[in-house]
């Protein structure tokens, strides 16, 4: 009788882990199926000078020419990565 209810339970549990493989089947599809669009990426002027390998002053001079696409928050310039 004991042994019944055991196999019983054993049914249960492989029938749960079947649907949570057929679960993570569906979720991989549409994980893959899914379009990742580039992320809007804002870096503050010490990552602009170690990408760019530019002073403080070049930093300036091309915000104030308007050459890339900046926000000033909190008083700390930003810059949008993708106009660098």
């Given at each position: 009788?004991?042994?019944?209810?055991?196999?019983?339970?054993?049914?249960?549990?492989?029938?749960?882990?079947?649907?949570?493989?057929?679960?993570?089947?569906?979720?991989?599809?549409?994980?893959?199926?899914?379009?990742?669009?580039?992320?809007?990426?804002?870096?503050?002027?010490?990552?602009v000078k170690r990408l760019l390998n530019v002073s403080d002053a070049t930093i300036y001079r091309r915000r104030a020419e308007?050459?890339?696409?900046?926000?000033?928050?909190?008083?700390?310039?930003?810059?949008?990565?993708?106009?660098?």
């Amino acid at each position: 009788m004991v042994m019944i209810g055991f196999l019983k339970s054993i049914l249960v549990i492989v029938k749960i882990l079947q649907d949570i493989k057929v679960l993570l089947e569906r979720w991989e599809a549409a994980r893959e199926s899914v379009v990742v669009q580039d992320a809007v990426v804002w870096i503050d002027a010490s990552d602009v000078k170690r990408l760019l390998n530019v002073s403080d002053a070049t930093i300036y001079r091309r915000r104030a020419e308007g050459a890339w696409v900046c926000k000033k928050i909190g008083g700390k310039w930003f810059y949008l990565k993708s106009s660098l």
